[in-house]
């Protein structure tokens, strides 16, 4: 997932409650971190594993009950005992990233939704938690959320991903759809691009709107903050299935026109 640029999710924006934007900033930080080591520069896969590594070390030291001597996570430090964060989500991360490394083709659905699982539904797991909520109920409904934006990022950046030697369309289904490697680096949509693409916008769409009701679920501006994240999901699919999942010629993002959209209707639906 490109942390990096995380559109897809909220990163401590004003409309936060301010008692989590701290928190918020120190887990994005780290995110972002790793992601930037798994993700950016020259290096080779042994370096930037290492690098991966030696953050999990130090996410040792603080289950230890110890600081670490790198800023960044001693503020993580500080943000996990001010709100009793747990340890898992952060390791799951580090997981996700570090197969970034080491692993460039997803050969069903199956995988894609196992690595989502812990490269995107940890954001939300730990901004519930940032949040104060634990209910069982709220934590799949995020995961489902965190999913499908995941699922969502990897539709927007099929050429970004190719670039970069990765291809997070399953392969069995490029092989059902009788879609080759081949048309990606081309970027050609003919054949049945557009029904592969329908197919996996489909199912993101069906993820999205399984977790929506969170944010009803959840009030004020944390719940706010859920609705307008959903509908920038929600925005972008539908920018998807309009071009027919012709990402080469413009990728889809949100619009200063989509964000007055999306405000009305989140403030509509509280």
């Known amino acids: 997932m490109s942390v990096g640029h995380y559109e ?3 990163v401590g924006s004003v409309l936060l409650p301010r008692r989590m934007r701290r928190g918020v900033h120190a887990i994005y930080h780290f995110a972002r971190t790793a992601d930037d080591i798994a993700d950016e520069g020259d290096a080779g896969a042994e370096a930037r594993l290492a690098g991966l590594a030696a953050l999990s070390s130090a996410l ?9 001597q790198d800023p960044m996570m001693q503020n993580l430090a500080q943000a996990i005992a001010a709100h009793q964060l747990p340890l898992a989500p952060f390791y799951d991360l580090l997981s996700a990233f570090s197969q970034d490394v080491t692993k460039t083709r997803y050969q069903d659905f199956a995988e894609i939704v196992d ?3 812990r490269s995107a539904n940890p954001v939300g797991r730990l ?11 709220s934590i799949a409904m995020s995961d489902g959320i965190c999913t499908a934006l995941q699922l969502i990022n990897f539709l927007q ?7 970069k030697g990765r291809v997070y369309l399953p392969q069995s289904d490029m092989a059902k759809f009788r879609v080759s490697e081949a048309q990606i680096a081309a970027g050609d949509t003919s054949g049945l691009w557009t029904p592969l693409m329908l197919k996996e916008i489909g199912r ?5 709107a399984a977790g929506a009701p969170l944010g009803r679920r959840l009030k004020g501006r944390f719940g706010f903050e859920i609705r307008m994240t959903i509908l920038g999901g929600e925005r972008i699919l539908q920018k998807l299935h309009a071009s027919g999942g012709d990402v080469f010629k413009a990728r889809p993002v949100l619009t200063r026109k989509d964000w007055l959209y999306m405000f009305w209707r989140a403030l509509k639906a509280s």
């Open 157 to 163: 950046d099929v050429a970004i991903d190719w670039d």
């Open 115 to 117: 690595y989502c699982r």
């Open 204 to 208: 993101a769409r069906a993820m999205l």
């Open 60 to 68: 040792d030291e603080i289950g230890r009950g110890q600081l670490p």
């Open 8 to 10: 897809n999710f909220p």
């Open 127 to 137: 901004m519930l938690a940032l949040y104060g909520e634990h209910d069982s109920k």
